[in-house]
């Protein structure tokens, strides 16, 4: 049985700073935090649904707080001197070189501080990473939430359901970042896609 919020706020609190944390900069730590809240979720001690409803929020207010970050500051953190001087240069270099490739598609792969060093526009910066961090984590939590109920001996078909859940999250972002990056692409290049005819104008 779930434990009662009153027991786990503190819990449910860790994860929105920690994923917040990740989506704001901080690489790795939000899908640790994550992970381990939809292993916690599997075992009763917290709810699955309230997990991937902290991590959603976390996750834009992390975003919208790298944005923010990088759309003030971001040139000028670049250029501050210091060992880091040539890392931070070159995770923009490679940024602007994804969005480039990928338009808007690039928020789901950088850092948000590198949306706002590039000047995406607020409302659509704001939007996709809602998007991305909906996605995120449901396939996370819910793929740990399965994982963790298949190996402690549950095996309904509820559990099965979640994890095929989480793992076709993963696949249908994945599925739609490459469908959305190859259409673009071939508009760049005045090739038809998927069969569809080209535009004679």
């Known amino acids: 049985m779930v434990a009662g919020l009153g027991s786990t706020w503190w819990q449910y609190l860790l994860l929105f700073f920690a994923v917040a944390a990740s989506w704001a900069g901080v690489p790795l730590v939000g899908t640790a935090a994550l992970g381990a809240a939809g292993v916690a979720a ?19 207010a992390g975003g919208l707080g790298g944005y923010v970050i990088g759309r003030r500051w971001g040139r000028r953190l670049l250029d501050r001197p210091g060992r880091h001087q040539a890392g ?3 995770m923009m270099e490679r940024g602007e070189s994804l969005y480039a ?7 789901f792969f950088t850092p948000a501080i590198v949306s706002g060093t590039a000047k995406m ?17 449901v ?12 190996a402690t001996g549950h ?7 979640i994890l ?3 793992l ?14 190859r259409r673009r692409r071939a508009g760049r290049l005045g090739v038809p896609v998927d069969g569809e005819p080209e535009d004679p104008s």
């Not at 490739?101 to 928020?107: D, F, P, T």
């Not at 095996?155 to 359901?161: F, L, S």
């Open 42 to 60: 599997s075992q009763g001690k917290l709810d699955l649904a309230a997990v991937i409803v902290v991590s959603v929020i976390a996750g834009e």
């Open 155 to 161: 095996h309904t078909g509820h559990d099965v359901a």
């Open 139 to 150: 396939s996370v939590a819910a793929s740990a939430y399965g994982v963790g109920r298949l």
């Open 164 to 166: 095929i859940v989480g």
């Open 88 to 90: 931070r240069r070159k």
């Open 101 to 107: 490739r990928w338009g808007w598609l690039a928020v």
């Open 168 to 181: 076709g999250a993963g696949v249908l972002v994945a599925v739609a970042a490459v469908r959305r990056h």
């Open 121 to 137: 526009p607020p409302y659509r910066f704001a939007a996709w990473n809602l998007l991305d961090s909906l996605g995120w984590s």
